[in-house]
């Protein structure tokens, strides 16, 4: 980074965050008064009664709502394009996306493809994509139930083509949220494992963003509050997925980290997840994450040496004089939270896949290895996934 | 601060940094064809070229400008009124407010009287004021040519009303600037002592924001960042105005204050500051806060003990037991900015006057009292004023 550096901060999402902030939804200025509001195929958002809660709390401020309720862990487009068909139907003039990242970043795919024509990939600029400007898009109102993916603070939405097998990450000013609330009260009911996927998800935003050769003052001082509260505060959240204050220290963590994906940005260790999701859609996108990351991270630890000790430090709390402190203080953080030694064979993956994915990662999210602390070779991202294969 | 805080960020602001940045105007796309730039009545924006380049790169971007050249540097409100009228007649479509803070803060204020019937004091929620509610703005462009205000990141706007003497703050989500360039290269011609006022108000804003009860996790981190800078570079910059590199960090570390002034507050120092300004409009606003500072800050020594301790270890790096070391660090820092022990009676401050100006604080900004660490007696502050007077 420039010892004068050049950089812009442009945030227009207005961010509630709190214990029982959900609350607000009633009495906040909304962007319409009938909204598709989007969630997984999954049971949570019924059972815990977050989806009742949204439409009452809409219904308190005189905003009607209809349910899209099919996205998956690992969202696909032909989703995207139904949901919006719906969209354009009921003539909503708004979408709330309720859940994981998945259902946020669904929203503001649905969003763009309720005002634009075509196909979604019509407008990816990047793999198979047409790269189409974007010049419209429905509002996009943000809960998130889960921290991790940190999409409440950054305008990305990362989609699935899956006849293309591409999962490519894209999204402009016109997709912030307009409005996200945080509330730690809806990420109670987590279990263990999940908690542990997304928290680090949130990890790698910051810490990637951190290492990026486009980081910047404003990008650094959220990066580094991200990963001294997650390092502090994960693996009690972990431990106890009822700790209330852990909770909101690792959503807080996973808000600064979005905060960091809109003003910095993640490098190739994402295009490297994202090729393996392409493959394998049941992989859990923090488990893959995990699962590579210390092969990763060891083969930038030359590179930006002062910026692995400074994350040690932020970590530790305690001088650091070798960046291999970095590594070492993830893989503590890896043990305390018991995800240590995921191994991509563990979501069969096969061996003779992996020059696909690497392939794969240059092909569709090819520009964030440009952003990497030095260029990788082939070879070296072949040798990632190897080591992180069994 | 509760242990789970509620709180929210909504900083609608383009922020562009950096030297060189300026030139950006030319190519940004712009909130109309017709600006007024609203400028000092001093000669320095016509002096440096700054006025002339500004006009020149609207131009590049088909956009044209007429000049109101007026502004004091304590900004009135009949100044306010008059651009508004000139910029309704000549049918300007946005505001640029080029200069220091005044030029920022009236350039809100008339983007308000612009598209508002009545007098700016109609609108003024305190004084007084009769707290009209503000509705519409025009937008706002703001590029700063001193460090130390932060209004290009934030919405307050601090106009006299000489009549009544009251200074007093205000502003809402509508009076944030839509844009702001922050072009340190625009700082370089600041004396050395004015360098040091300006800097200071930028210091307290940030050590004000993180005292105050209302500060939250995201305030704290801009807040801190802000002490930390302005401790190791305001001296580099006071001392050489042609330092580009403490320059920049300046003038960030004043944009992060002007974060925290959006996200937390001023408490009652400034209360204090803008009852003196409003009796003695000569006193740069500045020296104003660093005269009172020392025995301020004394006064909530043992209210918030490990804030002061937490600010005396960002700015020293060093570990701290005592939250006098933050007064310590705080002497230092004036004595090395040349700006140690100004004293009211330097500006012509009346002893006598110092119990109206007690008087003046609660009427006119009262309500940044309420954000004290503790509530002050009116003894307390008269203390404080008798403490800084000679």
């Given at each position: ?10 945030i227009?999402t ?10 607000k ?6 962007p319409?008064k ?14 815990y ?6 439409v009452e ?24 394009m ?18 994981g ?6 929203a ?7 005002c ?9 600029p ?5 790269g ?32 293309a097998k591409?999962k ?6 016109l997709?912030f ?8 009260e ?14 680090f998800?949130a ?10 050769n ?15 509260l997650?390092?502090k ?12 204050k ?6 807080w ?7 960091v ?18 493959f ?7 488990s893959?994450?995990?699962a ?6 060891e ?5 930006c040496m ?8 932020i ?8 960046p291999?402190?970095?590594i ?7 043990k305390?939270?018991n995800?240590?030694?995921l191994?991509l ?20 999210m090819?520009?964030?290895?440009t ?15 190897q080591?992180s294969?069994?």
């Amino acid at each position: 980074m420039n010892a004068n550096p050049v950089f812009s901060l442009h945030i227009p999402t207005k961010i509630l965050f709190g214990c029982g902030e959900l609350r607000k939804l009633a009495t906040e200025k909304l962007p319409g008064k009938k909204a598709l509001i989007v969630i997984s195929s999954g049971t949570s958002m019924k059972k815990y009664g977050y989806l009742d809660k949204v439409v009452e709390l809409l219904q308190e401020n005189n905003t009607e709502s209809i349910v899209y309720d099919k996205i998956l862990p690992n969202p696909i487009k032909s989703h995207v394009m139904e949901a919006a068909s719906v969209c354009r139907e009921q003539k909503c003039d708004f979408i709330v996306g309720l859940g994981g990242g998945s259902s946020i970043d669904s929203a503001k795919a649905i969003a763009v493809m309720a005002c634009n024509d075509g196909d979604y990939w019509d407008y990816i600029p990047a793999g198979s994509g047409k790269g189409r400007p974007v010049t419209k898009a429905l509002p996009v109102i943000a809960i998130p139930t889960t921290a991790g993916t940190g999409t409440e603070a950054d305008p990305w939405s990362v989609i699935t083509n899956e006849e293309a097998k591409e999962k490519i990450g894209f999204g402009s000013t016109l997709t912030f949220p307009v409005l996200s609330i945080i509330d730690p009260e809806l990420m109670v009911s987590i279990p263990p494992h999940l908690t542990a996927y997304q928290g680090f998800d949130a990890f790698f935003h910051a810490a990637e963003g951190f290492l990026a050769n486009c980081a910047t003052p404003i990008s650094d001082l959220y990066a580094l509050e991200a990963i001294r509260l997650l390092y502090k505060y994960l693996p009690v959240a972990v431990k106890d997925g009822r700790n209330l204050k852990a909770r909101a220290k690792v959503a807080w963590a996973s808000t600064l980290a979005g905060l960091v994906e809109a003003t910095s940005c993640c490098i190739s260790e994402h295009s490297m997840e994202h090729a393996m999701s392409a493959f394998h859609p049941e992989l859990p996108h923090g488990s893959g994450l995990i699962a590579i990351s210390e092969a990763y991270f060891e083969t930038f630890r030359n590179d930006c040496m002062k910026r692995y000790m400074k994350m040690a430090e932020i970590m530790t709390q305690q001088k650091s004089n070798r960046p291999s402190d970095f590594i070492d203080a993830l893989v503590r953080m890896q043990k305390e939270c018991n995800v240590y030694q995921l191994k991509l064979s563990d979501w069969g993956v096969k061996e003779e896949e992996l020059p696909l994915m690497v392939q794969n990662a240059r092909d569709t999210m090819g520009s964030l290895f440009t952003l990497d602390p030095r260029p990788l070779t082939d070879e070296e991202v072949l040798q990632i996934y190897q080591k992180s294969f069994r």
